[in-house]
């Protein structure tokens, strides 16, 4: 069996989905038993957070790596350099704008009239573009560092 990676170690990591699905349907029961009100939109926040940031950091990687030259390396190598990568501050920061704009998102779906919120949460149009814009941005930060520390890997000494 040569799958490329140690037995020991998982490919694929599956707490997010679980995290999040669990919280979604801890939330779709509570509106269903009568616990708290809200729209359905509201209940469906923690999915829409998950599927947007998941295909939005997919999306960043593959237009990083089709754009910039980086360099093929072993599997072990890469393993090696990028150990780091999911630590990386960017990567937060763009999971925290992608929850911002869902938000944001949501509460544009739920109310026809002007929100009288805190204007972070309060859906409006600019606020929604501030942080779409940043989440791309932080993202194509975090696919950066990694393009340049496979790319320029040689020149560090680990």
Same mark, same amino acid.
């Given at each position: 069996?040569?799958?490329?990676?140690?037995?020991?170690?998982?490919?694929?990591? &599956?707490?997010?989905?679980?995290?999040?699905?669990? %919280?979604?349907?801890?939330?779709?029961?509570?509106?269903?038993?009568?616990?708290?009100?809200?729209?359905?939109?509201?209940?469906?926040?923690?999915?829409?957070?998950?599927?947007?940031?998941?295909?939005?950091?997919?999306?960043?990687?593959?237009?990083?790596? &089709?754009?910039?030259?980086?360099?093929?390396?072993?599997?072990?190598?890469?393993?090696?350099?990028?150990?780091?990568?999911?630590?990386?501050?960017?990567?937060?920061?763009?999971?925290?704008?992608? &929850?911002?704009? /869902?938000?944001? /998102?949501?509460?544009?779906?739920?109310?026809?009239?002007?929100?009288?919120?805190?204007?972070? %949460?309060?859906?409006?149009?600019? /606020?929604?573009?501030?942080?779409?814009?940043?989440?791309?941005?932080?993202?194509?930060?975090?696919?950066?560092?990694?393009?340049?520390?496979?790319?320029?890997?040689?020149?560090?000494?680990?």
């Amino acid at each position: 069996m040569s799958s490329g990676t140690p037995p020991d170690e998982k490919p694929i990591t &599956t707490m997010g989905i679980w995290l999040f699905g669990g %919280l979604s349907v801890l939330l779709v029961l509570g509106k269903v038993l009568g616990l708290w009100s809200g729209s359905w939109w509201r209940m469906a926040v923690p999915g829409l957070i998950f599927v947007l940031f998941n295909a939005l950091y997919i999306a960043m990687g593959f237009l990083y790596l &089709t754009v910039s030259p980086v360099r093929e390396r072993p599997e072990e190598e890469e393993r090696a350099l990028l150990g780091w990568s999911s630590d990386s501050a960017f990567y937060g920061a763009a999971f925290l704008f992608v &929850t911002g704009f /869902v938000i944001n /998102v949501v509460s544009r779906l739920e109310s026809a009239t002007a929100s009288t919120r805190w204007w972070v %949460l309060s859906g409006r149009a600019e /606020v929604l573009m501030m942080f779409g814009v940043f989440a791309v941005v932080s993202l194509w930060l975090y696919w950066s560092q990694i393009g340049r520390l496979l790319g320029h890997a040689d020149d560090y000494d680990r």
